[in-house]
């Protein structure tokens, strides 16, 4: 499968915690995007990365969450300190930018968060 | 800004009947709109992408969808239900964002498509 993964597919973690998800794009994708999902909704974007660098940080990424994206390929997603207000599906996706051309976003599977 | 409204959160049609799901959208600029599917414990998946070309945008699976500027509407329909079709389907309005040079996602609600015997 040469789609997007995502590890692990769910956590369920206790309040206060630090939990981290990987992505792993499709290979020849030059750029990243993490949303959250909550129950009933659509996704909402977090974050972006093109290569290596990221580009643009939602509003609802407070300063628990951070992302990473060292040698742009592989990227993760880290929250500290847990809250019950965290848990949510948290999505990657990833696509190919080449010059003014922006092509879809492709989603993987999605790591279910549950904190207690 | 824009926005996606998707007018119905559960829709039930019976097997072998068509489906329609309705959304509308707001952008000041020029739109691309796109229809994902997302099936449980499944990734979002791309059903069709409307980027200003024809109107009538034709997808996986039978669906299809018809860009309405006058009505700033983007409806998906397919001719005939199948059982596989239940899942939930996400109407996407994506707009450029010149400082960062990301293409904004915007997702509506989700309608949720049933499908009975």
């Known amino acids: 499968d040469t789609g997007v993964s995502q590890d692990p597919r769910h956590k369920i973690t206790k309040r206060g915690q630090n939990v981290t998800f990987r992505c792993d794009p499709i290979?020849?994708?030059?750029?990243l995007y993490w949303y959250r999902q909550t129950l009933g909704q659509g996704p909402e974007f977090l974050t972006y990365?093109?290569?290596?660098?990221?580009?643009?940080k939602s509003r609802l990424l407070s300063d628990r969450f951070s992302a990473e994206r060292p040698k742009g390929s592989f990227s993760t997603l880290e929250i500290q300190r847990t809250e019950q207000g965290d848990s949510a599906m948290y999505l990657c996706a990833s696509s190919l930018t080449r010059g003014d051309l922006s092509y879809e976003q492709y989603f993987g599977p999605g790591t279910r968060l549950t904190v207690t | 800004a824009q926005s996606v409204t998707q007018l119905d959160s559960h829709v039930s049609v019976s097997e072998g009947t068509p489906v329609l799901l309705r959304c509308n959208y707001s952008?000041?600029?020029?739109?691309?709109l796109f229809w994902y599917v997302q099936h449980p414990n499944k990734g979002l998946q791309l059903l069709l992408k409307?980027?200003?070309?024809?109107?009538l945008v034709k997808g996986i699976n039978g669906f299809e969808a018809e860009f309405k500027k006058s009505e700033t509407s983007f409806h998906l329909t397919k001719p005939s239900a199948h059982m596989s079709d239940a899942a939930e389907y996400f109407c996407?309005?994506?707009?450029?964002?010149?400082?960062?040079?990301?293409?904004?996602?915007?997702f509506g609600s989700g309608t949720r498509l049933q499908v009975q015997p």
């Open positions: 952008s000041s600029y020029s739109p691309s």
């Open positions: 290979s020849e994708h030059n750029r």
């Open positions: 409307y980027t200003s070309a024809a109107t």
């Open positions: 996407v309005v994506s707009v450029p964002r010149g400082d960062t040079g990301r293409r904004a996602l915007t």
């Open positions: 990365f093109q290569n290596e660098a990221q580009l643009e």
